[in-house]
């Protein structure tokens, strides 16, 4: 290729003569008429050498060369000045701007070609020189970069101890610096009865899509062979390679493998893992730096996994006995949750037998008395109604007659006995009531599921806590809504369910007792405490019961332990934590429903129980 040379001349006929002179030495030659076009071409050309004139109109050949020494491109191109002066501070002046030789007007043709040889020659040397600095930079950079990796990968060693992230970068790392367009890692599983190797991490060259899908270790059974045998494979092209057969070249180069670097490492276990470097379709030259940072990866990445692996095992045994010991506690939990619970249960149930059995004898006597009354009353109105036949036929009674019927008041006893024999009556019902509230509340007879009212279950409930809602010193009395409505008749444990009514109302009495308690009576009779009961079916096969109070309701830290065994935030001596444990198990566990609460602070609290209403 020939040598550009730009003239920079205002005298037209010594510029020609200079270009006709170096064409004739096989240069190529641009000419420039002043400075200012000078400067454009030597941009737009770049040139191999400048030979500019030092007296030109418009810019001078110092101002020429200042401006080119100012851009990158131009700044090391040879600047060789043409000057009619031969005083030594001009050329000095030319030469402290950067200028390489001059030439004093008029010059030789041999002057013009020793120096234009010359400012070639050293230019040249210039130009190998710095391609001499630029590898031995490349070099310097890709040993920096290389121990770069082998610090980030010792680093990331002591940060993580996740093998999968260990392998990722490591993989990714590699593939960058080697500009590869594979990179994996591989088990090789010799505890089978046919050994393989198994992928387990992989980096890829996102700008190639055409990637073969195959792994040549999964493909080729003798290079696998070769890589166990060697420890260290090198091929920088496979479709030559003299350690394999033909056949496997044929299968890898056909796949679109082109060379390929493999290490392998060892474990202290024995486990034997490769790392593989993949290039496609054009052939690459894996150089000795290459693979000694390959082999020192390999040793780093060993240590990595090891202790990785370990750490992994610490971690399991720990996690295991952490397993363990959450299950004894969980059992420890559960057992004492039991104990509690069967105590509990026990109560209950000699609770409702003693409920029952008072139910029972006092049913006898008030069944007597009920049966009897209506006989007394028809033999009292019999009895009035002869002494009034009396009164009439004989109007004028004996004195001791008169006497009598005065002394105890015969007109008041005849109005008053009707009226109190109606009391009795009403007191009796009164007791009938109470005690069959009570046996239906117990359900001791009931032990199995049956259909059920569940509405008429609420109301004996209220009733035996009809006393709890009456008014007290601290408020008014506790007003009930109830809201029923057309419910279907449920199968289900019908005492069970009565409890989980019965710790429900009670939970709100003693909310709205102590909420009363802290407010001013005006308060208390402006708003009055409520509970509303609301019952409703539904579709397709469900019940809701929703108890509701006007209390003060609670804060989601109380409402997600509500249900825990044990907690409570009564004060000590009035609750043991079990009734909401124990109203969960019988709701969700016994009828397979659910029970939630809905409170925040200032707004009340609602129990909403979801029942089906056939049971499996």
């Known amino acids: 290729m020939k040598k550009k040379v730009l003239v920079i001349e205002d005298v037209p006929a010594l510029r020609d003569d200079i270009i006709y002179t170096l064409e004739c030495m096989n240069f190529e030659v641009i000419g420039a008429a002043n400075g200012i076009i000078g400067v454009q071409l030597a941009q737009q050309h770049l040139p191999d050498l400048i030979i500019c004139d030092i007296m030109m109109p418009e810019l001078d050949g110092y101002g020429v060369l200042q401006t080119l020494s100012q851009i990158e491109e131009t700044a090391t191109i040879p600047f060789i000045f043409l000057t009619a002066k031969a005083d030594k501070s001009d050329i000095r002046q030319g030469m402290n701007l950067g200028a390489d030789d001059y030439l004093i007007k008029p010059f030789t043709l041999d002057e013009l070609t020793k120096a234009i040889a010359v400012r070639l020659t050293k230019q040249a040397v210039r130009k190998k020189v ?19 990796l082998l610090n980030r990968l010792t680093k990331q060693i002591r940060e993580s101890l996740e093998i999968k992230t260990i392998l990722n970068t490591t993989l990714t790392a590699i593939r960058h610096l080697l500009r590869i367009h594979r990179c994996s890692f591989l088990w090789y599983r010799a505890d089978v009865e046919t050994p393989y190797f198994e992928i387990i991490d992989e980096s890829l060259d996102p700008d190639l899509t055409n990637i073969p899908n195959q792994n040549p270790l999964h493909e080729v059974v003798a290079l696998g062979e070769v890589i166990l045998r060697l420890n260290i494979f090198q091929s920088n092209d496979i479709s030559t390679e003299n350690q394999l057969d033909g056949a496997s070249r044929y299968q890898l180069t056909s796949q679109g493998f ?47 996994i090891d202790q990785a692996q370990l750490y992994a095992q610490s971690r399991f045994t720990a996690a295991t006995a952490q ?29 409702g037998q003693m409920v029952a059995g008072v139910a029972h004898e006092i049913n006898n006597p008030v069944n007597f008395i009920y049966g009897n009354v209506q006989y007394i009353r028809s033999y009292v109105k019999e009895l009035i109604e002869l002494l009034q036949l009396y009164q009439h036929d004989y109007p004028e009674p004996s004195p001791q007659i008169q006497e009598q019927a005065e002394e105890i008041d015969l007109n008041f006893i005849m109005e008053d006995f009707p009226k109190i024999l109606d009391s009795m009556k009403m007191g009796a019902d009164r007791i009938r009531e109470i005690v069959l509230s009570l046996r239906n509340f117990s359900r001791l007879d009931e032990a ?8 008429e279950g609420i109301d ?13 010193s601290n408020r008014p009395a506790i007003e009930v809504v109830k809201e029923y409505g057309e419910l279907p008749r449920v199968d289900c444990y019908a005492g069970q369910l009565n409890q989980v009514f ?14 009363s308690s802290k407010r001013s009576p005006q308060e208390n009779k402006e708003t009055p405490s409520e509970i509303k009961i609301r019952t ?44 909401l444990s124990i109203s969960y198990q019988i709701v969700v566990e016994k009828h397979g429903g659910k029970i939630e609460c809905i409170s925040s602070p200032g707004q009340g609290t609602e129990f909403s ?8």
């Open 502 to 515: 019965m710790n429900l109302l009670v939970n709100a009495i003693d909310a709205l007792d102590d909420y």
């Open 323 to 351: 397993i363990q010991t959450a299950q004894l506690e969980q059992a420890l939990n559960k057992l004492q949750q039991t104990q509690s619970q069967l105590i509990q249960t026990e109560k209950m149930s000699s609770l």
């Open 258 to 304: 082109s060379s390929i670097l493999a290490v392998t490492i060892k474990l202290l276990s024995g486990k034997i893992g490769v790392i593989v470097c993949e290039h496609f379709y054009q052939t690459r030259v894996w150089n000795n730096n290459e693979v000694e940072l390959l082999q020192a990866v390999g040793d780093q990445l060993a240590i990595a």
């Open 536 to 579: 409703d079916f539904l579709a397709p096969d469900r019940v809701i019961i929703a108890i509701r109070d006007n209390g003060p309701g609670m804060n989601e830290n109380v409402k997600k332990r509500l249900f825990d065994p044990f907690f409570t935030t009564k004060p000590v001596g009035q609750g043991t934590g079990l009734g």
């Open 609 to 616: 129980i979801v029942i089906p209403v056939g049971q499996q």
């Open 448 to 455: 199995e599921k049956k259909p059920v009212n569940i509405d």
């Open 460 to 472: 004996n409930t209220l009733l035996i806590l009809q006393n709890r809602l009456k008014a007290n």
């Open 130 to 148: 710095e391609s001499k600095l630029r590898e031995s930079e490349t070099q310097f950079r890709q040993l920096a970069q290389r121990e770069e």
